[in-house]
């Protein structure tokens, strides 16, 4: 499994943007695909965005198409997700994942390596 650390939340208001980061240990983040969750109070972990192992494929949640994007960068161990034109609904605490298939995936039982989570808030 790898390690994963989120980054990069906080409380912005409506409209605002923010980019989360997530860091990886070890040296096989290049063979994991990558995804981003969230789960806001009293609502089950929904998917958000997911990538493939080389970057060339992602996919979105309709909620985020449009507004956000996932991306990684295999040197430097790190996917992140720009957030932008942020709404109040967004409010959750996101989640970034690890999982060995190659292609990316909507599906949380396709991850088996997960971060402790970054709270992201969003203001009227």
């Known amino acids: 499994q790898v390690q994963l650390v989120e980054s990069g939340g906080g409380l912005v208001q409506a409209e605002a943007s923010l980019r989360l980061s997530c860091a990886a240990s070890?040296?096989?983040?290049?063979?994991?695909?990558m995804g981003w969750f969230r789960q806001a109070p009293g609502k089950e972990r929904e998917f958000v965005a997911t990538?493939?192992?080389?970057?060339?494929?992602?996919y979105y949640a309709d909620s985020v198409k449009g507004r956000f994007t996932i991306s990684r960068d295999n040197a430097k161990n790190t996917v992140y997700l720009q957030m932008n034109s942020l709404k109040p609904e967004d409010t959750a605490v996101y989640y970034c994942a690890a999982g060995r298939t190659s292609y990316g995936s909507t599906r949380l039982s396709d991850y088996d390596s997960w971060g402790q989570g970054t709270q992201v808030t969003v203001s009227s």
């Open positions: 070890g040296r096989t983040f290049s063979s994991y695909a």
């Open positions: 990538i493939n192992r080389s970057g060339g494929t992602t």
